[in-house]
T-cell receptor, first 112, second 113 residues
Framework: DAKTTQPTSMDCAEGRAANLPCNHS???????VYWYRQIHSQGPQYIIH???NNETNEMASLIITEDRKSSTLILPHATLRDTAVYYC?????????????FGQGTTLQVKP | EPEVTQTPSHQVTQMGQEVILRCVPI?????FYWYRQILGQKVEFLVS????????KSEIFDDQFSVERPDGSNFTLKIRSTKLEDSAMYFC???????????FGSGTRLTVV
């Protein structure tokens, strides 16, 4: 699975959009970009995933560049509860059994 | 919203003792996983399980570890002889066929003393 690079930490003001970047320059054509987050020491929580098109759900938007070498997770209106470690993970899915290889992630601090 | 349930939430055990961590995955999920996170470190994959057998395991998952689905609902991780370095949060996860996002449990904090 391709490796990802994320900034170690970011701050965001409450109510503003949080834009979390991720580089995955060695991504292969059959690999998806997944985002998870971990609030304090809870279990990771799935946020969103995409292959090459931009995606949006009730939690976030995912923007993937045309060459697929980088992506940005957007939390449109960050709240204090969005303070967490955010993981960008590239996964080659084989019948849903693709294991997740977690990096250090980006620690997002949402401030009042 | 359906949840993956893990018990106990915290377990303290003596070094050398056997421990069994329990998980109840979401009922229609068929793929099951264990991950662990040593304090301050990354979340690490341990093992995946499908159709009553291990589909993949990491190098961490040595002979001291085993998994079992003893009935239709529970999924367990056994550590035969615990070491101090086994102290970690252990997360169970499951996913349904055709789904894309795993659901993780809230974890069991294992402390080996």
């Amino acid at each position: 699975d391709a490796k990802t690079t994320q900034p170690t930490s970011m701050d965001c003001a409450e109510g503003r959009a949080a834009n979390l970047p991720c580089n995955h320059s060695t991504i292969s054509g059959n690999e998806y970009v997944y985002w998870y987050r971990q609030i304090h020491s809870q279990g990771p929580q799935y946020i969103i995933h995409g292959l090459k098109n931009n995606e949006t759900n009730e939690m976030a938007s995912l923007i993937i560049t045309e060459d697929r070498k980088s992506s940005t997770l957007i939390l449109p209106h960050a709240t204090l509860r969005d303070t967490a470690v955010y993981y960008c993970i590239v996964v080659r899915l084989i019948s849903n059994t693709g294991k997740l290889i977690f990096g250090q992630g980006t620690t997002l601090q949402v401030k009042p | 919203e359906p949840e993956v349930t893990q018990t106990p939430s915290h377990q303290v055990t003596q070094m050398g003792q056997e421990v069994i961590l329990r998980c109840v995955p979401i009922s229609n999920h068929l793929y099951f996983y264990w991950y662990r996170q040593i304090l301050g470190q990354k979340v690490e994959f341990l093992v995946s399980f499908y159709n009553n057998e291990i589909s993949e395991k990491s190098e961490i998952f040595d002979d001291q570890f085993s998994v079992e689905r003893p009935d239709g609902s529970n999924f367990t991780l056994k550590i035969r002889s615990t070491k101090l370095e086994d102290s970690a949060m252990y997360f169970c996860a499951s996913i349904a066929v055709g789904a894309y996002g795993y659901t993780f449990g809230s974890g069991t904090r294992l402390t080996v003393v």
